[in-house]
Nanobody, 115 residues
């Protein structure tokens, strides 16, 4: 079992920044990929960014150049730094971890971009 605790969401004005954190505990030795997804009202959940244990990253086009995913393997924590936020970034953001035969989701943290 893996437990995920997310933090860092909130209300921010357009153009502002937020940093999301997701700390993993439990059977963390099996985790290979850590990622952030988001789901806006009425839309499907979509990948925001993904990072492997070796540091390889993938970004969705919507966040390319504005979002940065990073990982502290010693703390078993993944971060998502979001800059130049737009109203269309408003969504619930979910942490996701995967390993061989396992996948876990966090509870989600709300990000609202509004003036």
């Amino acid at each position: 079992q893996v437990q995920l605790v997310e933090s860092g969401g909130g209300l921010v004005q357009p153009g502002g920044s937020l940093r999301l954190s997701c700390a993993a505990s439990g059977s963390i030795f099996s985790i290979y990929v850590m990622a952030w997804y988001r789901q806006a009202p009425g839309k499907q959940r979509e990948l925001v960014a993904r990072i492997t244990s070796g540091g390889r990253t993938i970004y969705a086009a919507s966040g390319e150049g504005r979002f940065t995913i990073s990982r502290d393997n010693a703390k078993n924590t993944v971060y998502l730094q979001m800059n130049s936020l737009k109203p269309e970034d408003t969504a619930v953001y979910y942490c996701n971890v995967m390993g061989v035969g396992i996948e876990y989701w966090g509870q989600g943290t709300q990000v609202t971009v509004s003036s």
